[in-house]
């Protein structure tokens, strides 16, 4: 074998057929998590996130395969980018694969079908294990179809036992680089999106007693993010940030593993979150860095407001469609809407771009007891807009709307007269906002009361309703529909 190499490498120095170089690495290097120097997440509102983490390798000079651990298991391949921080072109990555064929029992015996593995089953007699040789011949269902000697037989009761772990089977997902590397020791920076992560906001607004003669109270409000980690992965002192927005994905996010949280994982943190603009969206970082850990559900205050005003209304809709026929009585007891304003702004003690979420609304009973009144969905919400919360509908406020009178101008055109009889119930006075959605071209004719034109389509009453007592409002609209 020496004469062999040391021809070859004459034949080289004469100017014949240079050395081939081999196919494969040279080297091969595994990188886990104790390896980080940092990580960055920043979590989006649809499910998915953004990891970048920098580790030390020690990668020698040459080509090695790297087998980078600790990754999400729902990595998005085709995102991964990975790059040197060292100055020049001291890295060349060849390829790039993702290896998720995970070890387990059924993946083990799969690997081994039309192969001989050993048996071993305990002789209480003897005490003492029993060796038998078995081929695999199927595995469906994590039932094994073996060969036992001359004998085909399933489920036999055994110890299983293996020569080896196939090569491309690995105990936890991996991203894996083919490189070229000039420099032994580097730092790498690893960026991918992952499904599994996932947060939203959740507030909770308490309330006091209104002011005396008006609809308007004084509340606290503390919002909080909720952060889902569904990686498998736990990413520990990461810097954290929250985009809030619509973010445009051309691959729809997936949706088939369900959440699962661990229900003493949750973490009330009283810290509050920078908020930034950012493109078309708002960003929100964390002001320290936070452990995500596998299957946690954790909860991270986001803001606090104090002494806010928030507005009581009283809201009873009609519909489109009672004016384009003859109806009489439309409705009988109809409930009210309960809503609650609140105006975004500085001047209200807010004035914080809020994400989209769930506002639970509680307020104090006269034992001092806080009781839950209701909750609502708001979407994303800039500084400087009204939040209408909707607390569900007023027991002791009730309406009647019917029609008095229709009458058919034309072929286009239609007249319709109404009585809204609205009863409150309440031993003190209320107001209550009646809305009236209408189409086609229309013109309020006479009313009891003044009307507002809130668009196009919608005109507005205020009637103010004494208590345990009634107020009606009659009014006649025409409408041209063609």
Not at 193 to 202: E, N
Not at 225 to 240: I, R, W
Not at 319 to 332: D, I, L, T
Request: charged letters at 25%; glycine letters at 8%.
């Amino acid at each position: 074998m020496s004469r062999f190499l040391v021809v070859i490498g004459l034949l080289g120095a004469c100017g014949g057929t240079p050395p081939l170089k081999t196919a494969g690495p040279s080297l091969s290097r595994i990188s886990r998590s104790d390896a980080r120097k940092t990580v960055a997440i920043t979590v989006y509102n649809d499910g998915f996130g953004l990891v970048r983490e920098v580790r030390d390798v020690d990668l020698g000079v040459g080509r090695v395969s790297l087998e980078f651990r600790d990754v999400s298991s729902r990595v998005e391949p085709n995102t991964v980018h990975v790059r040197s921080l060292a100055k020049g072109h001291t890295l060349s990555v060849l390829e790039q694969n993702y290896r998720y064929d995970l070890l387990s029992p059924e993946k083990l015996l799969q690997k081994y079908e039309g192969k001989t593995i050993k048996l071993y089953r305990w002789n209480k007699e003897t005490g003492k294990d029993e060796e038998y040789d078995a081929e695999v011949l199927s595995v469906n269902d994590n039932q094994p179809v073996l060969k036992v000697g001359n004998e085909v037989t399933y489920g036999f009761p055994a110890r299983y036992a293996f020569p080896e772990v196939p090569k491309n089977l690995i105990a936890e997902p991996s991203l894996v680089w083919l490189l070229d590397s000039e420099e032994p020791k580097q730092s790498l920076e690893v960026t991918y999106l992952t499904q599994g992560f996932g947060w939203s906001a959740d507030y909770i607004l308490t309330v006091g007693d209104e002011a005396q003669g008006t609809a308007v109270s004084s509340a606290d409000l503390v919002g909080w993010v909720t952060l889902q980690n569904n990686t498998s992965t736990t990413y520990e002192n990461a810097q954290l940030k929250l985009v809030a927005g619509n973010v445009q994905r051309i691959v729809p996010p997936d949706t088939t593993t369900a959440y699962m949280f661990t229900d003493d994982a949750a973490e009330r943190e009283q810290k509050q979150f920078k908020e930034e603009s950012f493109f078309e969206y708002h960003l929100y970082t964390l002001d320290r860095p936070t452990s995500l850990l596998s299957n946690e559900q954790k909860q991270v205050t986001l803001l606090e407001g104090h002494g806010i005003q928030v507005r009581r209304e009283l809201i009873f809709y009609g519909a489109s469609y009672y004016y384009r026929g003859s109806y009489g009585q439309v409705v009988s007891n109809q409930k009210v809407g309960v809503y609650l304003e609140i105006k975004n702004d500085e001047q209200n003690h807010l004035g914080m771009p809020l994400p989209k979420g769930t506002v639970r609304v509680y307020k104090a009973d006269k034992t001092g007891a806080s009781q839950f009144i209701g909750e609502d969905a708001i979407d994303h919400t800039p500084r400087d807009e009204k939040l209408r919360i909707k607390m569900g509908e007023s027991f002791d406020v009730v309406g009647d709307r019917k029609q008095t009178d229709f009458k058919s101008i034309s072929s286009c055109v239609d007249e319709t007269s109404w009585e809204i009889s609205l009863r409150n119930h309440k031993d003190t006075a209320d107001e209550i906002l009646v809305y009236e959605p209408i189409e086609g071209d229309w013109q309020v004719l006479s009313s009891s009361l003044p009307y507002d034109k809130k668009d196009a389509h919608t005109f507005t009453f205020l009637a103010k309703v004494p208590g345990r007592g009634e107020t009606k409002i009659t009014y006649r609209v025409r409408v041209k529909w063609c």
